[in-house]
């Protein structure tokens, strides 16, 4: 059994970026931990719908349980409430905390016309979901802690959540071996 870190929020949030920072800090204090982005297993055309990625992250999730790995750090984008709870089974047992990352519509839109590239087809689209993400997510039940990312970066963010006394499996995190 273990424990697993659920970051979820729209596209061009800061799943990612917190992502990475919770990584880094984790290692840092050489703590023991797992990190992946699910959006992995959902890529390609048409996407795969969450029942059919979610079950993809079953099997990734018992592999990285199998090779050692009690807490595992998952950036995820839940598009409605059944795929978070979804996302939250999937996790097994254990302690599964929910973190959403917020930010404006209008931010999502912002960061990811910066990122993606112009001439990418799904670019627009992407856009335009994100904005309505940006405002569905935070509302979904089930989120243990939000985090705002409009003027805090990814990596005081990390900070922050590493020293909630609430954090519940980053607050019994074990150093690695």
Do not use: H
């Not at 929020?9 to 970026?17: E, I, N, Q, T, V």
């Not at 979901?129 to 940006?134: G, K, S, V």
């Amino acid at each position: 059994m273990g424990s697993v870190v659920l970051v979820i929020g729209a596209p061009g949030a800061g799943k990612s970026s917190l992502l990475e920072a919770l990584a880094n800090e984790l290692e840092r204090e050489r703590s023991a931990f797992g990190a992946f982005e699910s959006e992995q297993l959902a890529w390609g055309y048409p996407l795969l719908a969450a029942a059919d990625w979610v079950t993809q992250l079953e099997g990734v999730i018992a592999g990285q349980r199998a090779a050692g790995r009690k807490l595992l750090l998952i950036a995820a984008t839940p598009e409605s409430q059944a795929d978070l709870d979804l996302l939250r089974r999937a996790a097994g047992p254990g302690e599964c905390l929910t973190v959403c990352v917020l930010a404006q519509p209008a931010t999502v839109a912002e960061r990811l016309a910066r990122r993606e590239d112009p001439a990418w087809v799904g670019r627009g689209a992407l856009i335009a979901r994100a904005r309505t993400l940006a405002a569905l997510i935070p509302a979904l039940t089930g989120i243990d802690v939000r985090l705002d990312s409009e003027a805090t970066a990814a990596r005081e963010l990390a900070r922050e959540l590493l020293a909630r006394p609430d954090a519940g499996p980053l607050t019994r995190r074990s150093r690695a071996a």
